[in-house]
């Protein structure tokens, strides 16, 4: 039902897929001890709010609860933490799995998680990296994308690729437009409010905020490529003047 429903692409953006699967590796020592440092923070953090609730009311169990609870996670998240792994993204061959909150096992199942670097969508899957492709999708139906500052849109409606005849305004989720206009946000939103479409088709995008960070929530996962092909072409662009 929903297949017939999307409409088909007719325009020119046709980001290839890396073909490439790169296998994971034990992550060095020192990334492994940036990932233990965060778990005994987040861990301290747990236990320390049980333990000072128990504090408050004198309830001596709680305070011990509070301990034990921060220990025992600490434990089960250090282990894993020693097990965490690391590999070079396929598009962009920055190294995925090295950064503290990104956690990648060679026990994941098609696990899906996006490059820090070039933003495109990965897999884990069984000890390998690789392209998350139009196949994996299954019931997914939001595919967000940090906003690039100072970045641009294809030329071309974002729904389907035909010729843009009207820019519109993304809808915001969670966020007061008051506070995307002025301050640090406004430079990501200025380059994402005006978002192209033909006359059929709108309201395909959503902007909201994560972590004090601007993203952008696509419908449509081939949207969100040509969304990030298109800077990728506009910076080398900008590279090329500037040499
Ligand atoms: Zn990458
Ligand atoms: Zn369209």
């Keep these: 039902m929903q ?14 897929y890396s073909d490439e699967v790169t296998p994971l590796r034990p992550t060095s020592a020192g990334a492994k001890a940036g990932k233990i440092f965060y778990a005994v923070l987040g861990c301290a953090l747990i236990g320390g709010i049980v333990w000072f ?23 089960d998240t250090i282990r894993n933490m020693l097990k965490s792994q690391c590999a070079a993204c396929p598009y962009c061959r920055r190294d ?15 696990k899906q998680f996006a490059c820090e670097g070039c933003f495109e969508w990965l897999i884990s899957d ?21 906003v690039i500052a ?3 849109w294809p030329n071309e409606c974002i729904v389907c690729g035909a010729p843009t005849t009207r820019h ?3 809808k915001t989720l969670n966020v007061g437009l008051a506070s995307l206009l002025v301050g640090r946000l406004s430079v990501s939103y200025g380059s994402v409010k005006n978002i192209p479409y033909c ?36 910076r080398m662009e900008a590279a090329k003047q500037i040499s």
């Excluded at 395909?204 to 490529?225: L, M």
Aim: charged share 25%; net charge positive.
């Design 168 to 170: 519109l305004n993304a």
């Design 96 to 110: 995925v799995g090295s950064k503290s909150l990104l956690q990648l096992s060679v026990d994941d199942k098609n």
């Design 150 to 152: 100072n970045g641009v």
């Design 53 to 75: 609730i128990g504090l408050m009311f004198d309830w001596k169990w709680v305070r011990y609860a509070g301990i034990a609870l921060g220990v025992w996670v600490l434990i």
């Design 3 to 16: 297949e017939t429903l999307k409409p088909s692409y007719v325009g020119k953006l046709f980001p290839p």
């Design 126 to 146: 069984g000890g390998q990296i690789r392209a998350f492709r139009e196949t994996d999708i299954g019931n997914t139906k939001e595919f967000d994308c940090p």
């Design 199 to 234: 006359d059929v088709h709108e309201a395909a995008v959503t902007v909201k905020t994560v972590d004090r960070k601007i993203w952008a929530d696509f419908k449509d996962y081939a949207a969100r490529r040509r969304y990030l092909h298109a800077n990728r072409i506009h």
